[in-house]
């Protein structure tokens, strides 16, 4: 399954996540634990967890190839 | 019959019951997933997609947006008299909710459309999470749709259900045969992922407050070299858990689910009445 953008919901058990993921983003970037972050996010299960710690952001890449207007 | 609150957020909630039959509760649950109706975008219509997504996608991500459905459930008209409208394309307002994504880059940098782009019809159906990435917008790409949410069932898809986790879980109980056990043996401690047990001087106990965390894995059992260890669930002791997408509070969920349980049951006495079964 191709993932372009993050998922708006857990393959699994279809929690809704797709708001949570910038901050993800944004405070594992700046180097905090994934885990901890995941915790404070109330993200419990392991089928939502690795929903975040698998994603590649791979559109901002396709996005570069992608045709103008 | 007992009923604990166990815990209760804003859209979780634990509840502790006894004396009720297993087969009560699973039909709650049950009817919570499939049957409970929440809104959700179930029509896209698109004028204009020059965004790098096919229509198919961007409309599969409208669809798992959750919507707020509280006020929905009494004003607009249940699943089943809006299903055939649909299927002719047309879209009653008291059937459907429109929401309108008019979208557009006309920088070079990336722009990200959220749900709160989505602009409702009714301020009463609204994407409940209002940062929810949708599309990403490259330099000079556009997009314009239409969508349209109605009411409808967890069975029929399941970006429908107002619940994304409902569970039974039973209450274990652990006992520890004292003339086996071992006192130097500290197994059970090392191997249990939920630290149920604890130590004491004469050898294992276990932990009231922790018990409630067991999660009926049976290794305590299997690693036991003497076979002290046993654990057993209780009967007729049960938690309930419902966890909610946003759409409805959890509250709203067991409340609908118990109404339609009790139409179900009536409906089949009424039918039975009918047919003279009864007499």
Sequence with gaps: MIKLIFPIRCFTCGKPIGHLWEEFKSRVEKGENPGIVLDELGV?????????????????????????? | MELIVLNKRKDFIELYLSNVPLYIINSIRRIVISEVPSMAISTVIFTLN???????????????VPLTSEPALSKYKPPEECSESEEASLFPPDCFVKLDLDASNNGEGLLTIYSKDLKSSDPEVKPVYDDIPILILGGGHKVKLEAYARLGR????????????AVIKYIPEVFIDRSRCLPECRKCIEVCPRNVFKATDSGVEVSEAAIINCNLCHLCEKVC???????????????????????????????????????????????????GVLK
Excluded at chain 1, 45 to 65: E, G, N, Q, T
Aim: hydrophobic share 35%; proline share 3%; aromatic share 8%.
């Design chain 2, 50 to 64: 020059r965004s790098m997504f096919y229509d198919e996608y961007i409309a599969h991500r409208l669809g798992l």
């Design chain 1, 44 to 69: 419990k299960r392991y089928c939502c967890r690795r929903m975040f710690l698998s994603h590649v952001d791979i559109a901002y890449d396709v996005i570069k190839v992608s045709r103008k207007s």
């Design chain 2, 225 to 275: 070299p003497s076979e002290a260890v046993m654990l057993k669930t209780r009967e007729n002791e049960y938690i309930l858990r419902i966890e909610s997408t946003g759409s409805l509070s959890p509250k709203r969920i067991l409340l609908e689910s118990i109404k339609i349980l009790e139409g179900k049951v009536s409906e089949l006495s009424r039918k039975l009445e009918v047919q």
């Design chain 2, 154 to 165: 967890g069975r029929e898809h399941y970006k429908w259900s107002p619940a994304s986790a």
